[in-house]
């Protein structure tokens, strides 16, 4: 009951103080399923989810519940229907200022330094908390972000839905600081960004033992057979050089990048690689360009957004393989025109045949809060030998957002549908072609 008067009040006391600001959000219903300790439940989901902001601060509040087989649905599987299943309280609390950066609560694409460790991060939705310094000259600067114990109202925060990784950065320009002001070189900058995954075990994915060549520890679950769990962490370091020869437009950088794993098998290993690139952003248009030299098994941006998500099937490799060095290349370029329509290309790819390249692409049309579509194809393992299409196969991932008035499917009112698909595709021996499986979400809401 504390945590809903609290976030009422800051709702309330939001209403009058973002008056001169702008109020805006989404409330709305749909219907999915969710998995209750190991149980699918179907539910109807209400939610509402208002956002505040005015001049550098932002606020983001939450107010969801399911209704199917208990009202409310028992969602935290506590045996009991009651208050504590109504998911309430703050999404963020952002603060975006010219010197001091804060951010409570969730993320989204959250990139430290260069990238080479952490690039696009997000925490699912979960909480962690970002606070960043900065000299508005960019003399020098530190940022750190991490998973949190308690939430805003002094609640435990369950080990499960914590965020699982944590990390920072560091920069100086040292000629800036000392007054040197001759042009270029006086932004000569180093920094270091360290990241941790502070998991205490990790789950292998399910792969036959001829994969790995026996390396690991194996049981047999069913007719196939799988790795077994292990204790372990992972941490890195990087180690960075840059000189922008015109402020983020053109920002040439170097890195040396350490990323060390252990397991309870084998010990430590340690996988060192090479980064030189250039990134910047010139009128609608960004990018990145990078050649890596780096040690086998050595995932760059290992902290990024398909981190929390999937199992990242490079870490084996970084824990195990030999330090043979590979190099490749790793493209990207961007255009936002306003924000109205958005679109991301890269590609990566090595001199080893068995480290296959990797493909994104993602695609953003929204002229309006209420007509938008965000579509996004990823492929890892692009060109394999076992893949029977190139294109769409078992690594392949294709999701997409569908937001538009209902009134375009028939249904009257102020109301704004919603459509969110995953697909993904396995191989049918019987029809000798890639079959799609889908995951939609159906919803109607209204957004102000």
Do not use: C
Not at 11 to 37: D, Q
Not at 83 to 97: E, K, L, S, Y
């Amino acid at each position: 009951m504390k945590k809903f008067l609290f976030v009422l009040m800051m709702l309330t006391l939001s209403i009058g103080v973002f008056a001169k600001g702008e109020f805006s959000g989404e409330s709305g219903i749909g219907v999915g399923v969710i998995n209750v300790n190991g149980d699918d439940k179907f539910a109807l989901k209400l939610n509402f989810n208002p956002e505040f902001s005015i001049s550098k601060l932002s606020i983001g509040a939450k107010l969801a519940v399911y209704l199917g087989d208990g009202m409310p649905v028992d969602v935290n599987g506590d045996g009991k229907e009651n208050f504590d299943d109504v998911d309430i309280g703050i999404r963020f609390i952002d603060w975006n200022g010219e010197i001091f950066q804060f951010r409570y609560g969730t993320f989204d694409d959250f990139t430290l330094g260069h990238g080479s460790l952490v690039y696009n991060y997000s925490n699912n939705e979960k909480t962690s908390l970002k606070v960043g310094i900065q000299d508005p000259q960019k003399r020098a600067g530190v940022v750190v972000f991490f998973p949190l114990k308690k939430d805003i109202f002094g609640k435990d925060i369950e080990f499960k839905e914590r965020p699982k990784t944590m990390g920072g950065r560091v920069y100086i320009r040292p000629l800036k600081l000392v007054g040197v002001d001759t042009p270029i070189i006086k932004n000569l900058e180093f920094g270091a960004t360290y990241a941790e995954d502070i998991r205490d075990k990790y789950n292998k994915p399910n792969v036959t033992n001829s994969q790995y060549d026996g390396t690991f520890e194996t049981e047999t679950v069913g007719s196939e057979t799988v790795l077994k769990e292990y204790d372990g962490s992972t941490k890195g370091i990087a180690y960075e050089v840059s000189l922008p020869l015109i402020e983020d437009v053109i920002v040439p950088y170097y890195n040396r990048v350490q990323v060390e794993g252990e397991r309870n098998d084998i010990g430590n290993h340690t996988v060192n690689g090479d980064f030189i690139g250039v990134l910047g952003k010139i009128s609608v248009v960004n990018y990145k360009f990078e050649y890596r030299n780096i040690d086998h098994g050595l995932t760059p941006g290992y902290f990024g957004r398909f981190y929390e998500v999937k199992y990242n099937e490079q870490l084996d490799k970084v824990l195990v393989s030999p330090n043979e060095k590979v190099s490749g290349y790793f493209g990207e370029i961007g255009v936002n025109f306003g924000g109205i329509a958005k679109a991301t290309a890269n590609y990566e790819d090595y001199n080893k045949d068995q480290l296959k390249p990797r493909v994104f692409g993602e695609f953003e049309l929204a002229p309006s809060e209420k007509l938008k579509t965000k579509i996004t194809y990823e492929q890892i393992n692009f060109g394999s030998d076992n893949h029977k299409d190139d294109f769409l196969n078992d690594d392949t991932m294709i999701k997409a957002r569908i937001v538009a008035p209902a009134s375009m499917v028939g249904i009257p009112g102020p109301f704004i549908a919603n459509v969110d698909i995953k697909q993904t595709y396995s191989f049918n021996d019987d029809k000798n072609k890639y079959i799609p499986s889908r995951v939609y979400t159906v919803g109607l809401s209204f957004i102000w």
